[in-house]
C-alpha cells in the first residue's frame, strides 16, 4: 500500500499527522508526506521512514489565499506524478481542488477533520466556515474526525464518519522526571514544577494560567510554572509574569518541535492541562491532557466537554473551572496533598492505554484504508 499525507502545515508540526505517518512506516506501509516547508528546511528529507516533501512558501501567512494556492498546485503535482493509492488530506479551505483536479480515479481520498473551526471567536462565522468544509468533504472517498461531536457537528447526523482520536506515544511520554533538562533550566530541585504545552496564542487565554500561578504561588514558594511553548502571547506574559512578582518562578522555552515535547513535559511534576472554557475549545479532545496523563502527571485540567471524556475527577486528574482562583486551588490541592498526587498520578497513565497512536493507527487508520480500497489490509505488529 502506498499513502500520501498532504498536510497544510509544517512537518513535523502537529503531532496527528506527525504520529499517523511514522506509525504507518513502522507496519510497513510506503508513506509519503507533502508539507510546507521553512526557509532552513530541506526540501526533500526522510524522516522515520517517511518520504517528506516540501513546498518553501514563506514569508507570506501559511493561511492566506496565495499560499493556500501554491500549496494545492505543489500538491496536486506530487500526487500526479506518484502511483499513491491513498491520499490522506488534513482539512484546509479549498482542499476538494485536490480531488477534482486530479481526476484519475486511481486513487482513495480521506478528507481528515482534527478540529472544527475555532480561528474565530464569533460563532455564526465558524458554523459557515464549517459548512463550507462539508460541502468540500463530498469530493472525498471518506472522512475521519477527531471525535464523534467534531464528525456530528461538521458532516451532521447522517454523513458516514470514522473516528481517528487524539493519542500519545506510550513509549516517548513515559512516567520518570528528566533531571538533566530541569538541572539545564536551572530549577532549583526543591521546586515543584507545573507544566503547561502548547501554542501561546491570544485565544487560549494563557493569562488565566499566570494569575492561577500567582495566587497559588503565594501560599506555596515551591511552585514553579513551565510553560513550553511559543506564540504571539509570549512577550505579553513575560510582562504579566513580572507584573505579579512571579517572573523568576516561570520559564519560558521557546519553540519546542513535536518530537521533542516529552522532554520537557517530563520536568514537570504536576500537569497544567488548561484550555478555555469557550464554544470554541470546549468540544474539542486536548492532546496536552493525553501527554500529561501518558507520563503519569497529576494533571489539573478545565472542566471541557473534551477533557471530561478522558478526566474523571479525583481519579486520573482534578476537573477545575475557567477562572485563576480554579486553578490556583487545584494547585495548591496538588501541592499540598501528597497522597492525592500520589493517588491520581498511579492511575493516571492506565487511563489512556487505549489511545497509543500505535494501537490506533493498528486498530483504526488501517482499517480504514483497508475499506476505502475495498479490501481488508493486513495488520502488522509494530
Known amino acids: 500500500m502506498k499513502v500520501c ?93 485536490l480531488p477534482l483536479l486530479e481526476r484519475s480515479g486511481r486513487q482513495r481520498w480521506v478528507l481528515d477533520f482534527r478540529t472544527g473551526n475555532v480561528k474565530f471567536s464569533h460563532p455564526l462565522l465558524n458554523r459557515f466556515l464549517n459548512r463550507l468544509l462539508a460541502i468540500e468533504s463530498l469530493a472525498f472517498n471518506g472522512c475521519a474526525v477527531i471525535s464523534k461531536h467534531v464528525g456530528v457537528k ?126 470554541q475549545f470546549d468540544q474539542q479532545p486536548v492532546l496536552k491532557t493525553m501527554e500529561f496523563l501518558s507520563c503519569g502527571l497529576p494533571t489539573i485540567a478545565t472542566r471541557t466537554r473534551g477533557n471530561m471524556q478522558i478526566i474523571k475527577d479525583e481519579i486520573n486528574g482534578l476537573l477545575v473551572e475557567d477562572s485563576a482562583e480554579a486553578v490556583a486551588n487545584g494547585l495548591l490541592r496538588l501541592a499540598e496533598n501528597r497522597e492525592l498526587r500520589e493517588t491520581i498520578a498511579g492511575n493516571s497513565r492506565q487511563s489512556v492505554a487505549e489511545y497509543d497512536w500505535k494501537l490506533m493507527v493498528k486498530d483504526r487508520l488501517i482499517p480504514l484504508y483497508g475499506l476505502l480500497l475495498g479490501h481488508p489490509y493486513e495488520k502488522t505488529s509494530i
Do not use: W
Open 5 to 97: 499525507h498532504v498536510i497544510p502545515n509544517y512537518y513535523p508540526f502537529y503531532a496527528s499527522p506527525y504520529e499517523y505517518t511514522r506509525c504507518l512506516a513502522k507496519n510497513g506501509i510506503s508513506v509519503s508526506v507533502i508539507a510546507m516547508g521553512r526557509p532552513a528546511e530541506a526540501g526533500r528529507e526522510v524522516i522515520d521512514d517517511v518520504l517528506v516533501k516540501r513546498i518553501k512558501l514563506q514569508p507570506r501567512p501559511r493561511f492566506s489565499l496565495p499560499v493556500l494556492t501554491r500549496f494545492i498546485q505543489f500538491a496536486l503535482k506530487m500526487v500526479k506524478s506518484h502511483d499513491f493509492d491513498i491520499i490522506h488530506v488534513y482539512a484546509f479551505r479549498g482542499c476538494s481542488l
Open 154 to 279: 461538521l458532516l451532521g447526523k447522517t454523513r458516514p464518519f470514522h473516528i481517528l482520536p487524539l493519542g500519545a506515544d506510550a513509549e516517548r511520554f513515559t512516567p520518570g522526571q528528566n533531571i538533566s533538562l530541569r538541572r539545564e533550566l536551572n530549577i532549583e530541585e526543591n521546586r515543584m514544577v507545573a507544566v503547561y504545552s502548547g501554542s501561546l496564542e491570544p485565544g487560549r487565554s494563557i493569562e488565566t494560567v499566570m494569575h492561577g500561578f500567582a495566587k497559588a504561588r503565594q501560599k506555596h514558594p515551591e511552585l514553579f510554572l513551565l510553560m513550553a511553548g511559543d506564540g504571539s502571547s509570549r512577550t505579553s506574559l513575560g510582562g504579566l509574569a513580572k507584573k505579579l512578582g512571579v517572573n523568576t518562578d516561570v520559564c519560558f522555552t521557546g519553540p519546542v518541535p513535536f518530537p521533542d515535547i516529552h522532554h520537557f513535559v517530563k520536568v514537570g511534576d504536576i500537569g497544567l492541562a488548561y484550555v478555555p472554557i469557550s464554544t
